[in-house]
T-cell receptor, first 117, second 113 residues
Framework: GAVVSQHPSRVICKSGTSVKIECRSL??????MFWYRQFPKQSLMLMAT?????????EQGVEKDKFLINHASLTLSTLTVTSAHPEDSSFYIC?????????????FGPGTRLTVT | AQKITQTQPGMFVQEKEAVTLDCTYD???????LFWYKQPSSGEMIFLIY??????QNATEGRYSLNFQKARKSANLVISASQLGDSAMYFC??????????FGTGTRLQVFP
């Protein structure tokens, strides 16, 4: 299967600071990556679709100025949480769509646990 | 309306037994894909199995099989010969034409000896 890495795995930051999370597809190129947020004991909620070379598409209710997404290359997408607040504390997971296969399954990174103090 | 419904918040199964995790979906797109993912306590999402809406046969991947009943809009996951390592959250998801995955609320499976 395809491998997606995510860095950092855990981060603690102070309220008001910004945090950048990286998502990389290691052995395949991904023109499309996705960013999800997951609260404890809940399902994954799609935040935005990241497209290489173009602007991200945000889901309703997600502040694009707060969650900046940059898909700089075919293997890298970044999510920056700007001016983080305690309510932004969550588990953030990225995925990359494997366009090599007909079914185009999404492979997920291991996730980043963000704690804002 | 919920697009993906998983009605079992938790399930228990004894080791070596089979278990079925339920999933129903709602879509008007003729072309869609159904996925099952496993999420252990570490948090990673592990792809298990895929079923395309036009696939004639039920998908199988090792101990995992998908009981696809298109008319009923159900895509239940069957795990045969359960192992202790199968204990995890299981999510059903659907992909429509937009390419986005919509997840169900998940089922926590616990396998006991």
């Amino acid at each position: 299967g395809a491998v997606v890495s995510q860095h950092p795995s855990r981060v603690i930051c102070k309220s008001g600071t910004s945090v950048k999370i990286e998502c990389r597809s290691l052995d395949f190129q991904a023109t499309t990556m996705f960013w999800y947020r997951q609260f404890p004991k809940q399902s994954l909620m799609l935040m935005a679709t990241s497209n290489e070379g173009s602007k991200a598409t945000y889901e309703q209710g997600v502040e694009k100025d707060k969650f900046l997404i940059n898909h700089a290359s075919l293997t890298l997408s970044t999510l920056t949480v700007t001016s983080a607040h305690p309510e932004d504390s969550s588990f953030y997971i990225c995925s990359a769509r494997d366009s090599r296969t007909v079914r185009g399954e999404q492979y997920f990174g291991p996730g980043t646990r963000l704690t804002v103090t | 309306a919920q697009k993906i419904t998983q009605t079992q918040p938790g399930m228990f199964v004894q080791e070596k037994e089979a278990v079925t995790l339920d999933c129903t979906y709602d879509t008007s797109d003729p072309s869609y894909g159904l996925f099952w993912y496993k999420q252990p306590s570490s948090g990673e999402m592990i792809f298990l199995i895929y079923q395309g809406s036009y696939d004639q046969q039920n998908a199988t991947e090792g101990r995992y099989s998908l009981n696809f009943q298109k008319a009923r809009k159900s895509a239940n996951l069957v795990i045969s010969a359960s192992q202790l390592g199968d204990s995890a959250m299981y999510f059903c998801a659907m992909r429509e034409a937009t390419d986005k995955l919509i997840f169900g609320t998940g089922t926590r499976l616990q396998v006991f000896p």
